[in-house]
């Protein structure tokens, strides 16, 4: 992984916001990782981009919690961190208030996200860079692997079938964003950049979490970077936090959303699709990938998700 000192180096000198500076970092991190010999698809890896017929200026971004992932994501990496002893059963304790928090509400709550940024700084600082990704590796294995939702897996699959690159948007950390990624084949991760010097944490961030304004920023350098025209890209997210991303793009997609969510999304005419019921696939109805037509791409997507849970 790159040192993020250098990469902070590469970015613009002009005085920009924590927001603007998060997601130029994200996306200057994410187009230049490595290929993960154990992933085999990270970083700017074009895994499905170079599908005949495919649009190469289409793509979709997906958030992770509670989109891709049941719960959040930097409270599983907590729970691991606990296990090799990196930190206390008290702030373990904290982790998984706001983990349950999370999973009731299905919501991300302000100052829990705050808390989690400082605990997980404080954590980090010291520690080797390499050390958290082959940490974060073992984590996804751990807990996340099975908490992934086969719709929003099925979702990922068809745009990657469809010839567009596919990214995953993130407040958690790069290290963990990268693997999750991979595992799901996508083309790459924007996520929280942390800053290392030396191939060792800081214990500061590179602008603030990419959250809410900063994962639109991070997408804008992302689109810029990759000349993709966000009109005909997708997006997709259970947040009305990132209600600033799904409005740069041509398809908003809104997967089991927040209440907040659920009614801006009724009121600017948004898709609404919730996998956390027991309805089947065909009764839910699944979006098509942008630039698909909407019968065949919701019906790839239905066949995906019915295989699934017959599985």
């Not at 807990?143 to 567009?164: N, S």
């Not at 799904?246 to 948004?270: C, F, K, M, T």
Request: charged share 25%; aromatic share 8%; with cysteine.
């Amino acid at each position: 992984m790159l040192d993020t000192m250098a990469t902070l180096r590469r970015l613009p000198q002009a005085k920009r916001s924590s927001a603007v500076l998060a997601g130029e970092a994200s996306a200057q991190v994410t187009t230049s990782a490595p290929t993960s010999a154990t992933t085999g698809a990270t970083g700017s890896a074009t895994t499905g981009a170079a599908a005949e017929g495919g649009d190469p200026r289409a793509a979709a971004f997906f958030d992770c919690d509670n989109t891709i992932v049941q719960g959040a994501a930097i409270f599983y990496l907590g729970r691991g961190l606990y296990k090799r002893k990196f930190f206390s059963q008290r702030e373990l304790l904290r982790f998984a208030w706001q983990q349950t928090y999370f999973r009731l509400h299905g919501t991300e709550h302000a100052g829990h996200m705050a808390d989690a940024k400082e605990s997980a700084l404080s954590i980090v600082a010291g520690h080797r860079v390499a050390d958290l990704e082959r940490i974060c590796e073992e984590v996804f294995e751990e807990y996340m692997a099975e908490k992934i939702w086969p719709g929003t897996r099925a979702l990922v699959r068809m745009h990657l079938e469809a010839g567009q690159r596919v990214w995953l948007v993130t407040a958690a950390p790069q290290e963990a964003a990268r693997v999750i990624a991979a595992r799901l084949g996508m083309t790459g991760a924007l996520g929280t950049v942390a800053e290392a010097v030396g191939g060792v944490y800081t214990g500061r961030l590179v602008g603030e979490p990419l959250h809410g304004p900063a994962k639109a920023e991070a997408v804008k350098a992302l689109a810029l970077r990759e000349d993709l025209d966000l009109s005909r890209c997708a997006a997709y997210s259970d947040s009305s936090n990132d209600i600033p991303m799904l409005s740069l793009v041509g398809y908003p997609y809104v997967i089991n959303p927040d209440a907040e969510l659920r009614r801006h999304a009724r009121e600017q005419g948004w898709r609404v699709r919730d996998f956390r019921t027991g309805r089947k696939a065909a009764r839910v109805g699944i979006p098509a990938a942008a630039g698909l037509g909407a019968a065949a791409g919701g019906a790839a997507a239905a066949m995906a998700i019915y295989r699934n849970r017959r599985r």
